[in-house]
């Protein structure tokens, strides 16, 4: 085509309907994407919940820091290797290992705890729009 042609009016929008599916697309392999990890984290959860009740039934501390640090070093290797920011990665660790310190103290309290639910906790009122 020469520079000087024009394109048919309705080629910008096939265009656009093109670009509307392919971001549809994508938008579902997000959204199953973040119903994996929802998943994942309540099962991660299940086992912190375990790992709690029995150190609150040994007397053993909520947190084991040497466990920590070596989980994350862990963590940030596989998130080089999968191209992640390992900051990123690591925030996110020290977000959930915050909160599974949080559930085993409740738990060596003698409190009851829903995974994945902190303290006083209310369900989000609002979605997340991350995409």
């Known amino acids: 085509m020469a520079v000087h042609e024009e394109l048919p009016a309705d080629a910008d929008a096939d265009a656009d309907a093109a670009a509307t599916l392919q971001l549809h697309s994508i938008r579902e392999s997000i959204d199953n994407i973040d119903a ?8 991660r959860f299940k086992f912190t919940q375990q790992v709690g009740r029995l150190k609150a039934a040994h007397g ?3 947190a084991d820091p040497a466990r920590e640090l070596m989980q994350i070093d862990r963590l940030r290797g596989l998130a080089e290797e ?24 409740r738990i060596a309290g003698g409190e009851p705890v829903e995974p994945g639910r902190s303290a006083g906790a209310e369900p989000a009122s609002s979605p997340i729009s991350a995409s």
């Open 60 to 62: 053993l501390p909520a």
């Open 82 to 105: 999968a191209h992640l920011d390992p900051a990123f990665a690591e925030k996110f660790l020290n977000f959930i290992i915050a909160e599974v310190i949080h559930h085993h103290v």
């Open 36 to 43: 994996a990890l929802i998943h994942l984290l309540a099962e």
